[in-house]
């Protein structure tokens, strides 16, 4: 019998037991062993902030077979990858690889960008002294390779669930995370922000920033560089090329050709001595005068743009020194070049031009077949019947269906779509009406306005875009579409709690800051067949905005048969069950759980009305008044930041003395925090919206207290 005792990142203390033999090969079923976890040390970072990571992978994730990793065992931070050689970067690429399609395929939704981003993880830390150094990611899910790299593998099968690994970029978890990220578009403002707060004081670490093809679309990313060229502080633009386009056709054209010619001008562009040469060039011809320095820029301008790709001349306009095309999985010439860049004291804004492959395809036939089959679905008699196989139907599918139920009525409604993911659903919109669908990406201020101006024009467009992401385009929807009362339809996706996405793309605000606006009118769907409904009523509004929310996640009742839906009264909500204790009037999908909280107090003889509001603009104001005459507790519920609908009620029924008498109130609504990634179910418990916290609640208004502790436990 031997024993020993390991020491595992995180402070986590390992003993195991076992029969050894001379053999060095233990396989995990001849090799019975104990985890003793005596504790959870987190680690510090260098600013002090605390990691708050203390979940834990299975430990049947930990000792199961899996594909050898000697390199990568050996590497428990960056500066472990210093040594190794070139064929050992390259094996140990090749390794994390393999690690994280193995995690992945467990942790979360199928996707290839974190093997894209492989071999450029690998030569950035190589390169640069990360955390001295600045390394900032614009997407989350390239950043899995260098969260492996950064002392994090062991807690990689943690990935986006409760009290592990985010699935994003945090300067909470670790200090190789200098800004938090996952939206898109914003790397280049930190990273230049740092770069000059380096500047002014006197500092000499290098900031990296990397950006992909859909943070190109935002408006910010060319803010930034505009800003960057201007001041000239040294600052590395890496551009991560997965060759994804917006638009078919683009993507059937050329496509940006990595070789050896343009892998020795990437290299020769980015060598100190052309750079020398080029700023002497630019000194000698600023001394000569008489035009000869903007003739000289112009021809260098011309020359660059002919060795560059189409469209590398624009980064140069906006003040950007461009190197490219570079063949994102070749380690040599990454290194190469970012040695080269890193080495240079005075360089500016540097722009690198990085090629990588994501391998998509077999999603992509995934997803025609998918559309290919919902089409074959749909029924002779105007009922659609979707086929979903093991995919659960979800809201998104819901919507979907009704929209081309409306869309096939009408020939005015038009959809545009913005985010960085398209739900899969929405594809088949897009077949189905091919020119009445735009898709224009991370680009929500544009939408926004883009919807304004194809209402101007006759159409009905429905602006859809996620909880989350509206919040870039506020101004636009308040100046552009609340203001001047065009019908807009803004369709709000990912509504409330999003699981394992966390707070990032929460929808925790929309419903508090769009009834703000004086002329909107502002709608939430507590099931799919209120969702048919909204679809219809919003086709109908042709003289003011309007939006309506709905959750991320399954159907209520996913075996229920949908029709079309039929255009409700605005402002008007409905009672779903008779009660007279207690009232719990539901915004959302939070009706649900008022119906699962009336059935608790049910059990305990206590008679609740359940009401669905509908609306949180205009509100019901008759229904609100007969749930205060007729009851003596007024409970609203909604899946929201204070300031939404239960601050709207309150205004109301103060308003209107409803207040002044015997009636009790109270909102529950999510917590004045950010949530972290989680189940949904964790997080809802989490947030106190559960059917059990509704029911809870209740019973300590009516004094019951002990029975709302019992509830909960």
């Not at 690198?352 to 395809?361: A, D, K, L, R, Y």
Request: net charge negative; hydrophobic share 40%; proline share 4%.
């Amino acid at each position: 019998m031997g024993t020993v005792s390991t020491q595992c990142p995180f402070g986590i203390t390992a003993d195991f037991h076992a029969q050894f033999d001379n053999r060095i090969g233990l396989s995990s079923s001849s090799f019975p062993s104990t985890l003793n976890i005596s504790k959870l040390n987190c680690h510090p970072n260098a600013k002090g902030l605390v990691n708050r990571i203390c979940s834990l992978p299975d430990i049947d994730d930990l000792f199961s077979e899996k594909v050898p990793t000697p390199i990568l065992d050996v590497v428990e931070n960056p500066i472990h990858l210093k040594n190794l050689s070139i064929k050992e970067l390259k094996l140990l690429a090749d390794e994390i690889r393999s690690e994280l399609s193995s995690i992945i395929s467990k942790t979360q939704r199928s996707s290839k960008a974190h093997l894209a981003t492989v071999e450029l993880t690998v030569a950035l830390h190589y390169v640069f002294h990360a955390p001295v150094d600045k390394i900032l990611w614009d997407a989350g899910e390239q950043t899995y390779a260098h969260k492996i790299l950064t002392g994090r593998r062991f807690l990689m099968p943690t990935l986006r669930q409760k009290n592990g690994l985010s699935g994003f970029t945090s300067r909470a978890e670790s200090e190789y995370d200098p800004f938090g990220a996952g939206h898109g578009c914003n790397s280049i403002s930190a990273g230049l922000g740092m770069a000059v707060a380096r500047d002014i004081k006197g500092k000499r670490e290098r900031v990296v920033t990397v950006i992909n093809n859909g943070s190109t679309m935002a408006g910010q990313v060319y803010e930034a560089m505009s800003n960057a060229g201007y001041l000239d502080s040294n600052l590395v633009v890496i551009l991560n090329d997965s060759r994804h386009s917006l638009h078919p056709k683009i993507e059937e054209g050329p496509k940006t050709s990595i070789n050896a010619l343009s892998s020795t001008l990437s290299r020769i562009q980015s060598s100190k001595s052309f750079r020398r040469f080029r700023e002497v060039a630019k000194g000698v011809t600023k001394r000569i005068g008489g035009g000869m320095h903007e003739l000289a820029a112009k021809v260098d301008q011309y020359a660059r743009g002919m060795m560059g790709p189409s469209g590398s001349t624009l980064f140069e306009e906006l003040g950007l020194y461009y190197i490219g095309p570079v063949d994102g999985h070749n380690i040599e010439d990454l290194i190469c070049i970012l040695q080269e860049v890193a080495s240079l004291d005075s360089m500016g804004p540097v722009l690198v031009h990085v090629i990588t492959e994501e391998n998509q395809g077999s999603e992509d036939n995934q997803k025609r077949e998918t559309v290919e089959k919902q089409k074959e679905d749909l029924s002779a008699n105007g009922t659609y019947s979707f086929s979903y196989g093991d995919h659960c139907r979800t809201y998104s599918d819901c919507l979907v269906e009704a929209l081309i139920m409306e869309a096939e009525k009408d020939k005015d409604i038009v959809i545009v779509h913005a985010g960085m993911e398209m739900d899969p659903s929405l594809l088949l919109f897009q077949e189905r009406f091919s020119d009445r669908f735009f898709d224009v990406g991370i680009a929500e201020q544009h939408a926004v306005t883009f919807s304004a101006g194809l209402s101007c024009g006759g159409l009905k467009p429905f602006c859809i875009i996620s909880s989350a992401f509206l919040q870039r385009a506020y101004d636009q929807v308040i100046h552009d579409v609340d203001r001047q009362k065009i019908p807009v339809r803004f369709v709000i996706t990912s509504a409330g709690l999003v699981g394992s996405d966390g707070p990032l793309q929460c929808g925790a605000f929309d419903i508090t800051f769009m009834s703000c606006l004086p002329n909107m009118i502002v709608m939430a769907a507590s099931d799919e067949d209120e969702l048919m409904h909204m679809v219809a009523t919003a086709v109908q509004i042709d003289d003011q905005p309007v939006c309506f929310r709905y959750p991320r996640g399954a159907l209520v009742r996913t075996d229920h048969p949908l029709c079309g839906g039929s255009a409700l009264e605005i402002g008007k909500g409905k009672v779903l069950v008779e009660g007279e204790d207690v009232a719990l009037l539901g915004y959302g999908a939070m009706v649900q759980n008022c119906l699962k909280a009336q059935a608790l107090l049910s059990k305990l003889g206590i008679n609740v009305t359940v009401a669905d509001a509908r609306f949180c603009k205009p509100l019901d104001i008759n229904l609100l008044r007969q749930l205060c005459n007729n009851h003596d507790i007024l409970i609203t519920v909604e899946e929201g930041s204070v300031g939404g609908f239960g601050s709207h009620v309150a205004q109301f029924i103060a308003l209107d003395g409803l207040l002044d008498g015997r009636l009790k109130w109270r909102p529950v609504v999510l917590p004045d925090n950010y949530i972290e990634h989680a189940s949904p179910k964790e997080q809802l418990t989490l947030a106190g919206l559960t059917g059990h916290h509704i029911a809870a609640t209740t019973l300590s208004l009516l004094g019951r207290t002990r029975e709302a502790l019992l509830l909960m436990c």
